[in-house]
């Protein structure tokens, strides 16, 4: 999904001739040396997920005389979803594979292709959000490898220091202080509307407020009875229509890139940045280090400030196909207990750039977390955050982000491109055979 696309962005340089870069074989993994268990994982070949894989292996391996694993590589995108789902179909597939969470998830049929790991005993240290996206009503499929992020406002804090601003909890809150940030001589609102996937997350990120006012809303969207051109969905798209209309906007709104709208707020010159925690995370980290104390991330603001939820992704999360048995899946429950150590939490901190909390009990947040990170603790903390929509919904239609720069520009009304979207969706819930479409 575009908007994923540095979702798991690492800091880590990739490593020249890095051993999962040749492939392992598919199946079984091949056989196990005497007295030795070989386990094969199949995971994308973008740089960062081999610059996070590249340090598991070797700590694991290091630690485990009995077990070894590898990696082999497969596209990322949408090649390599219908590769894992024909290995799957085939019995072909690895001892064990890194995919997403969520819908994408879901659309393997987890309950006929992959074994339940609910009764496994770190099963009760992962958090709510993780079982919600890694399950279905028979069972827990996925134990989380990575961090979390936000679909979150990444604000200024010396902005808001010296404006005297507190941040907003409902809309009309966060429009008081763009008027006092404007008034200044400052953008209160980036966009970067030449990168058009970042376009979205103004309405993305709205995914857990309209859950908090309707729980019931993401299943009902599913099942054609809920649209986005109704509230409480349509305030994601009034929302953009509200700031183009106020003049919130940087002027080169329409030619901005992902890295100017970065620059602007890292240097003060903007405000607020709608966008992804693990992104800018990541920028700040290799660009922009003496500015990360003055950067923040608050949930977007519902109308209703009770509304007001932090919307969170999960990361990618290690499943095993049916396919594997036998002293194979005993070695792999080992690596999955393994994986939820903290011990390989502080291998991950020291890979990636963190873009939010880890979501397994006892795993701390690296030395190297971004201040972005703390400030999404305490929603964690709260119980105040909620699934974006792609987590709970297999439906995203494939114009989002063109709808999405067309009323944030002020071309379309934000009821016109509510009713597009809801437009666009339907060829894809079709396509995908889902009741009531």
């Known amino acids: 999904m575009s908007t994923r696309k540095s979702v798991a962005v690492l800091a880590a340089v990739t490593l020249a001739g890095a051993l999962g870069l040749s492939a392992c074989g598919s199946g079984s993994g091949g056989d196990s040396a005497e007295g030795v268990t070989e386990l094969s994982i199949y995971i994308d070949s973008d740089p960062s997920s081999i610059a996070l894989w590249d340090p598991l292996m070797e700590s694991f391996n290091s630690s485990h005389e009995d077990i070894q694993i590898s990696y082999e590589t497969h596209p990322s995108g949408s090649e390599g979803d219908n590769l894992i789902k024909t290995r799957l179909s085939t019995g072909d597939m690895n001892d064990l594979f890194w995919y997403n969470s969520g819908s994408l998830l879901k659309a393997l049929s987890p309950d006929s292709t992959l074994v339940d790991l609910s009764d496994q005993a770190w099963a009760s240290k992962v958090d709510d959000n993780w079982t919600q996206a890694a399950s279905t009503d028979n069972g827990l499929y996925g134990l989380p490898v990575g961090a979390s992020f936000a679909f979150g406002m990444i604000y200024n804090k010396d902005v808001y220091s010296e404006l005297g601003l507190d941040v907003p909890k409902s809309w009309d809150e966060f429009i008081d202080n763009n008027e006092k940030i404007a008034a200044a001589g400052i953008t209160p609102v980036v966009q970067t509307y030449s990168d058009t996937w970042t376009s979205q997350v103004m309405v993305l990120g709205d995914a857990a407020n309209v859950l908090a006012a309707d729980p019931d809303w993401a299943d009902n969207y599913t099942a054609n009875k809920a649209k986005y051109a109704e509230e409480p969905a349509f305030a994601g798209f009034q929302h953009l229509q509200d700031i183009y209309d106020a003049g919130y906007l940087n002027d080169d709104f329409a030619s901005a890139t992902y890295d100017d709208g970065v620059k602007m707020l890292a240097e003060g010159t903007a405000a607020h940045y709608p966008m992804l925690t693990s992104n800018v995370s990541a920028a700040i980290g290799e660009n922009y280090p003496d500015a990360d104390s003055s950067l923040g991330v ?79 603790t305490p929603y964690y903390d709260e119980g105040n955050t909620g699934l974006a929509l792609e987590f709970l919904s297999p439906i995203k239609g494939p114009s989002l982000e063109q709808i999405t720069v067309q009323v944030g520009s002020g071309i379309s009304s934000a009821s016109e491109g509510a009713a597009l979207y809801d437009q666009d969706v339907e060829k894809q819930a079709q396509q995908l055979g889902l009741e009531g479409w």
């Open 298 to 376: 608050f949930a977007i603001p519902a109308d209703d400030a009770a509304n007001t939820t932090l919307t969170i992704g999960t990361p990618n999360g290690m499943y095993i196909p049916k396919s594997t048995e036998g002293e194979k899946l005993e070695a792999a429950y080992e690596l999955l207990d393994w994986l939820a150590t903290p011990e390989a939490c502080t291998v991950m901190g020291s890979a990636i750039t963190v873009g939010g909390p880890f979501v397994i009990d006892g795993c701390e947040l690296p030395e190297t977390a971004t201040s972005l990170v703390d400030d999404m």
